[in-house]
């Protein structure tokens, strides 16, 4: 070996999105479709529709968001009938909730 850096490397990105990337551009839709939710309320949506979260600690430590940001951006989103919150620990306040409908 010589040191040099293997022929077998690509500097080029993959040709295929990361799951990462994926979720965004799924907010993003999200987002332009629906002009009245935030980004983190779409990716609340995006995150149960896909199971990727279902309870706020979840989606909040994925995300690196505050716990407390995510429970007052899901109860605006029972408010406008996108979710239904099906369980709630009072001493955590961590909150599972399920889709309420289409978003039609």
Request: proline residues 4%; contains cysteine; charged residues 20%.
């Amino acid at each position: 070996m010589t040191g040099t850096v293997s022929d077998t490397a690509s500097d080029t990105a993959p040709e295929t999105p990361s799951d990462s990337e994926q979720f965004m551009d799924l907010v993003a839709r999200l987002c332009t479709a629906q002009p009245d939710l935030t980004p983190i309320q779409a990716g609340i949506i995006i995150a149960a529709q896909h199971d990727i979260a279902r309870d706020s600690r979840t989606f909040a430590r994925l995300l690196g968001l505050a716990h407390a940001f995510v429970l007052r951006e899901i109860t605006t989103l029972c408010g406008q009938n996108h979710l239904t919150i099906t369980k709630q620990d009072a001493r955590t306040l961590r909150t599972f909730y399920e889709m309420a409908g289409s978003l039609d």
